[in-house]
């Protein structure tokens, strides 16, 4: 932290420099990424901790130069995701508090992927912690278009997501017991329609099912389920399609995939689409 001329702004004002503005240990564990923001008559640094690397963490103060409060972790993209480090920072817009952060893609630290979500700030100048979703600056997601797999909030079991090109961004490695999320579909339809799903796959090393659930990848409702087959060495993309059941509300969506090897890869998925 230090003092800039005002004359120029970029200038350092001599003996203003103050070191070591957090601790690099408990409870604040500061490591990098810092950033300040004033809400009122509070000072807030937002910053990535050494402790929980891919966790956004705070800090806040009457003053700047502080002492600071350490407050709590405002979000943790690593959470049921591949997960390396976090950065980012927190912006209003409109009226409404919002944290932009990154998920790791590509298997790789080093490849990541900008997102945002709102979040509260409580009277008591608090910030509870921020569930990740897939909606971004929308209200829901809409089931009844075509909707790209990286939009996944969710990633267990070795799959990831990755950029084949500007409009190919498929989770790949789905493997025995990989679960791909995302949070929240708006599923606004009348009971009596009938309902198809249709994925777009490139097909893997064997062959499994693909389990179609609502709000939990395990226990949650199983509205229907892809079977796929095996085409090894075909790097086409098919569009694959089966009948769901009908669903209303919003809910969370996960595809659950399960096949015979624990270790091949039963398909990469591009897009998917109800109708």
């Not at 079991?157 to 929240?184: A, H, L, M, Q, W």
């Not at 694959?240 to 659950?256: E, K, M």
Request: a neutral charge; hydrophobic letters at 30%; glycine letters at 8%.
């Amino acid at each position: 932290m230090c003092q800039l001329n005002p004359n120029d702004m970029y200038t350092i004002l001599p003996n203003t420099t103050i070191s070591n503005l957090l601790s690099t240990s408990a409870p604040f564990y500061f490591f990098e990424a810092a950033s300040m923001r004033k809400i009122g008559n509070t000072y807030y640094l937002i910053y990535s901790p050494n402790n929980a690397t891919t966790t956004l963490a705070y800090a806040t103060s009457s003053s700047p130069k502080g002492p600071f409060t350490y407050r709590g972790t405002i979000i943790n993209s690593g959470k049921n995701y591949p997960g390396a480090n976090n950065h980012g920072s927190i912006c209003n817009i409109n009226g409404q508090w919002y944290i932009f952060y990154h998920r790791m893609t590509n298997n790789t630290m080093y490849s990541r992927k900008g997102c945002v979500e709102k979040i509260n700030i409580l009277p008591d100048g608090s910030i509870p912690e921020v569930e990740m979703t897939s909606m971004g600056f929308s209200e829901s997601l809409s089931p009844y278009q075509e909707n790209p797999a990286d939009l996944s909030c969710y990633l267990t079991g070795g799959n990831y997501s990755t950029e084949i090109d500007s409009d190919t961004r498929p989770v790949v490695n789905n493997k025995n017991n990989s679960v791909i999320g995302f949070k929240y579909f708006d599923f606004t339809r009348t009971t009596s329609e009938k309902t198809t799903f249709s994925a777009k796959i490139r097909y893997g090393k064997t062959a499994g099912k693909m389990e179609i659930r609502l709000d939990n990848p395990t226990s949650g409702t199983l509205i229907g389920t892809l079977n796929i087959g095996s085409k090894p060495g075909d790097t086409n993309w098919y569009t694959i399609t089966t009948d769901v059941s009908n669903v209303t509300g919003s809910h969370a969506l996960y595809f659950r995939f399960t096949g015979a090897s624990s270790s091949d890869n039963i398909c990469d998925i591009a897009s998917f689409e109800f109708k």
